[in-house]
């Protein structure tokens, strides 16, 4: 089934540690997109790619970074987490034609 | 710049009355807008974009130009609508990053 995933669905860490986050997609899409939302909040755009090897950082800095080496995965990674990173992160996709995008259910991530 | 402005933050209504969750808009271009809705404990999901002109689950959305408005309207809310409703846009091209507004939680009292 077509479908956007996201591992893991919540996460707990210390400060310090590296972290990465994993997205992908069986949506046959070719672009993907990061954004970090504090509950109830606004979406803020952290990170999108337009295809394999095409990295964009969005109006939201972030410490984080992406890769994408396949089509259907956009893996996120903090190489330092710290409590101001605790957050949640959502992963959308979105096809060639059309700015619609779907998204997947989100990491919560907390950094103590 | 684009930017999206939603005004209310909650929007509180009894079941059976009518629902308008208002958004503005600031883009110089021609914009491509969108209704995502939020329900408790599921994932963010399209509700309906301007472009397609339909109907989903009784909502509506007009698109004005002159007032760079995009409002969602209800005739009668149901406690099933209760959510948090995010108004977005981006451009007409098919490259574009969506940009979100702050969102309003809608709560339909019975």
């Known amino acids: 089934e077509a479908d956007i995933y996201q591992t893991p669905r919540y996460l707990v860490i210390g400060t310090g540690k590296k972290i990465t986050l994993e997205c992908s997609q069986t949506?046959?899409?070719?672009?993907m997109y990061w954004y970090q939302q504090d509950p109830g909040m606004e979406l803020h755009l952290i990170h999108y790619?337009?295809?394999?090897?095409?990295?964009e950082k969005g109006d939201l800095s972030s410490e984080s970074t992406v890769s994408r080496i396949r089509t259907e995965h956009f893996p996120l990674t903090l190489e330092s987490a710290r409590p101001s990173h605790t957050s949640q992160y959502l992963c959308?996709?979105?096809?060639?034609?059309?700015?619609?995008?779907?998204f997947g259910p989100g990491t919560r991530l907390t950094v103590l | 710049a684009q930017r999206v402005t939603q005004p209310e933050k909650l929007l509180s209504v009894f079941k059976g009355a009518p629902v308008e969750l208002k958004c503005n808009y600031s883009?110089?271009?021609?914009?491509?807008l969108f209704w995502y809705v939020q329900y408790s404990r599921q994932r963010l999901q399209l509700l309906l974009r301007?472009?397609s002109r339909e109907s989903i689950k009784g909502f509506t959305a007009d698109l004005n130009k002159g007032e760079t408005s995009f409002h969602l309207k209800k005739p009668f809310a149901q406690e099933e609508d209760s959510a948090m409703y995010y108004c977005?846009?981006?451009?007409?091209?098919?490259?574009?990053?969506?940009?979100f507004g702050k969102g309003t939680m809608l709560l339909v009292s019975p």
């Open positions: 959308a996709s979105s096809g060639s034609s059309y700015n619609e995008q779907f």
């Open positions: 949506m046959g899409h070719d672009k």
């Open positions: 790619s337009y295809g394999v090897n095409s990295t």
């Open positions: 883009y110089s271009g021609s914009p491509e």
């Open positions: 301007h472009i």
């Open positions: 977005a846009l981006s451009s007409n091209s098919g490259y574009s990053t969506l940009t």
